[in-house]
């Protein structure tokens, strides 16, 4: 099913050309498209791909409740005024999937269960187009939507964002005089409560589970709620976070829209907006309006010219294209839906700021951008002549769901991040190894948070008998790593820099203590080996990374280290507009390591349990 956009206004939007009347075509698009997988009455939308964990009834109903929450957003920001099968659609939809009796009946509410997760979906697009679709069922057909979301009181659901399904689910059974547990809503808005780490971030759960959960749930679920139950003070608070959160969130997408690659889920792809939206609906934000629109529109204009939604009109398990690897056990064909979260903006009425006001460039427009966060021990660097961003990261990892004795989780564990590169499964990319003589891997697992500041990072790991202290100089498109790494004689250590994805193979080049990959479009990978390292090499892979089917990744590698505590010093390049990696003087001392910078700058850092740094 084709994509129809309207022609881009340059005048209104100057960076992406995007305006409301695209964002409306798109929805449309995606709602129209799913049509024809629907079962019959509506009830449930069986997409094609590969089922969940949890079965084709529970993906059925996903397919229905986050096609829902699109289309609510659709309903209630047009006032109603859409075409009106789309609203007797999932009135219909509604109404069969809560009758028993019905073919396509939707599972009861049970314990842990994917579809309490939709229950929450229902319950948001139910509370928006409320005036145009519960209010116009009979009142036998509303007391059966109420007993179906009412199966989620006292269901137990894990310890993370979840808890927030079940806030939602009973306010809007208490807004329609549904029965309800008050103690079960307090509970949960204060379990988020134990969560929030400071400075506008929270943790998934307890732990460093960090990642866009933090925007597309652990902020957006605890606002609608206090704008669903009109909690002045709650949603003052979550304002006040939100706030602090936008101001250093604007700095995860590149200038041509992509996302940071980072964490799970990434298959609900532009659902990463939704928090932009959610400050401009709730009045916390920080941001100008049309920097909004910009940042907005640029990330879903970027996935619509790269694949997402396909030929079909589908959002299919991926990134661009279909990718598996980069899918959760618990995802189905409907998962990616969970991106609806993105059209929230459309709540806000034609006439608002977020629409009108001509677009504002972002941060990387303008110019370079370097952003320490130290909550949940991330360093951002992006550079305005390229476009990319690149997070360093010295805090997320994870730990508390990662499987004792399995792999290292690469979208959690990997030393750095970027806009434009995806880590692979099993791969060598932002990625330091100790080798023993036996062929037995040390990798980073659990990590360590040490230090975050102006343009530097440190963190540590430990596996076994082998320890590693890694120090970050941000320097641009580059990141000189420095690494204190104790193990016993013999033992290899390997530093990755990024894997480069394109259509067809990076150009490859090696020599002099660099190695690199270049793509077609000029995007350069490479790795400079500065001390301790005694070569260089390259990786190359193919159907294992999210940006494309060939690959590949510039190693150093050092053999046989000495025994006790020993410093390795590299430089990891990523770059659009410098393809030979720039070679810093480096002097390297007991307690010390001073970087001498190709602009002039001296950096010196201090070794140690906890690595300090002088610019």
């Known amino acids: 099913m084709p994509l129809h956009l309207p022609p881009p206004d340059d005048r209104l939007s100057g960076h992406t050309g995007w305006t409301r009347a695209h964002w409306e075509a798109m929805a449309d698009h995606l709602l129209d498209s799913v049509v024809p997988y629907a079962t019959e009455g509506f009830a449930q939308y069986r997409l094609p791909g590969r089922p969940s964990i949890s079965g084709t009834v529970s993906d059925g109903l996903e397919g229905y409740a986050r096609t829902f929450l699109l289309a609510a957003f659709r309903i209630a920001g047009a006032r109603g005024e859409v075409p009106p099968e789309l609203i007797e659609r999932y009135a219909t939809g509604l109404v069969s999937g809560t009758d028993p009796g019905h073919p396509y009946a939707w599972p009861e509410l049970t314990d842990m269960a994917q579809p309490l997760v939709e229950a929450a979906s229902i319950a948001i697009a139910l509370h928006e187009t409320r005036p145009w679709l519960y209010d116009g069922l ?75 959960y933090c925007g597309w749930a652990l902020h957006l679920y605890p606002s609608l709620w206090a704008r669903m139950a009109g909690d002045a003070a709650r949603a003052e608070r979550y304002a006040g976070r939100l706030r602090l959160f936008l101001e250093q969130y604007q700095h995860f997408f590149a200038a041509d829209g992509g996302p940071v690659h980072q964490g799970r889920s990434l298959t609900y792809r532009f659902a990463t907006v939704a928090p932009l939206w959610l400050g401009a609906l709730t009045g916390a934000t920080p941001l100008p309006p049309g920097r909004t629109r910009r940042l907005a529109g640029g990330v879903l204009r970027h996935f619509a010219e790269r694949g997402a939604p396909d030929e079909r009109g589908l959002l299919t398990l991926g990134w661009y294209d279909p990718f598996p690897p980069v899918v959760q056990p618990y995802s189905g064909p409907a998962s990616p839906y969970w991106a609806s979260k993105a059209f929230l903006g459309l709540l806000l009425p034609p006439e608002h700021p977020v629409w009108t006001d001509p677009e504002e460039p972002a941060p990387i427009d303008l110019a370079d951008q370097s952003v320490a966060m130290p909550a949940p021990g991330w360093l951002i660097e992006a550079t305005h002549g390229d476009g990319v961003v690149r997070l360093f990261n010295h805090g997320s990892d994870r730990d508390r769901v990662r499987s004792p004795g399995g ?40 990590i360590e948070p040490l230090a975050v500041a102006d343009r530097f990072a440190a963190s540590a790991w430990q596996d076994g008998e082998v320890r590693v202290v890694t120090a970050v100089v941000a320097a641009g498109a580059s990141e000189i790593r420095i690494h204190q790494v104790t193990a016993p004689a013999g033992h290899h250590v390997r530093d990755g820099g990024h894997a480069l994805a394109d259509a067809a193979p990076p150009e490859l080049r090696q020599g002099d203590g660099v190695a690199s990959a270049r793509r077609a479009d000029g995007l350069t990978s490479a790795i400079r080996a500065l001390h301790g390292f005694t070569g260089t090499g390259l990786a190359t892979a193919e159907h294992a990374n999210a940006f494309g089917p060939c690959s590949a990744t510039p190693y150093a590698v050092a053999t046989g280290h000495p025994g006790g505590t020993a410093v390795y010093v590299s430089l990891v390049h990523l770059s659009g507009t410098q393809a030979e990696p720039p070679a810093p003087a480096v002097t390297v001392t007991d307690d010390a390591v001073v970087l001498g910078l190709p602009d002039g700058e001296t950096v010196t850092v201090r070794l140690g349990p906890v690595p300090t740094c002088v610019r």
């Open 138 to 212: 009979t009142p036998r057909q509303q007391e059966r939507v109420v007993d179906w979301l009412a199966g989620f009181i006292g269901k137990r659901t894990p310890d993370n964002n979840w808890v927030m399904f079940r806030v939602i689910v009973e306010q809007f059974l208490a807004e329609v005089g549904g029965p309800y547990e008050p103690g079960e809503i307090t509970g949960g808005l204060e379990r988020v409560e134990e969560w929030y780490t400071g400075d506008g971030w929270y943790t998934d759960g307890k732990g460093k589970n960090y990642d866009y």
């Open 407 to 446: 792999p290292p989780d690469p979208h959690y564990l990997r030393l750095a991040y970027t806009s434009h590169t995806g880590p692979e499964a099993g791969g060598v990319d932002n990625d330091l190894a100790v080798i023993a003589p036996d062929g037995a891997t040390h990798l980073r697992r659990v």
